[in-house]
């Protein structure tokens, strides 16, 4: 497994952007698939963005056009630029990840709070 971890959450107003950062341990980044996911009060975890090993990125409808995945392999960090963030977005965002198949390896969160 790898050791994840996360930051840049906090509070934001409506309209407004954050960056989330997630590190990842061991020499093995280049080799795994990131994705982030966010959970808010009450409701299951749901899937955010994944970036592949090549640089291809998914997002979920929620979030496609506003949010965007990136990864720097030399720096072992996946980042998540949030941007015109609703109120619907607030949750604790976590970073996971898989060399394939089921996501293995959690950070243990950062919250985002969007005010209206």
């Known amino acids: 497994q790898v050791q994840l971890v996360e930051s840049g959450g906090g509070l934001v107003q409506a309209g407004g952007s954050l960056r989330l950062s997630c590190v990842a341990s061991?020499?093995?980044?280049?080799?795994?698939?990131m994705g982030w996911f966010r959970q808010a009060p009450g409701k299951q975890r749901d899937f955010v963005a994944h970036?592949?090993?090549?640089?291809?990125?998914n997002y979920a409808d929620s979030v496609q056009g506003r949010f965007a995945i990136s990864r720097d392999n030399a720096k072992n960090t996946v980042y998540l630029q949030m941007n015109s963030l609703k109120p619907e977005d607030t949750a604790v965002y976590y970073c996971?990840?898989?060399?394939?198949?089921?996501?293995?390896?959690w950070g243990q969160g950062t919250q985002v709070t969007v005010s209206s």
């Open positions: 996971a990840a898989t060399r394939g198949g089921a996501y293995d390896s």
């Open positions: 061991g020499r093995i980044f280049d080799s795994i698939i």
């Open positions: 970036i592949t090993r090549g640089g291809r990125t």
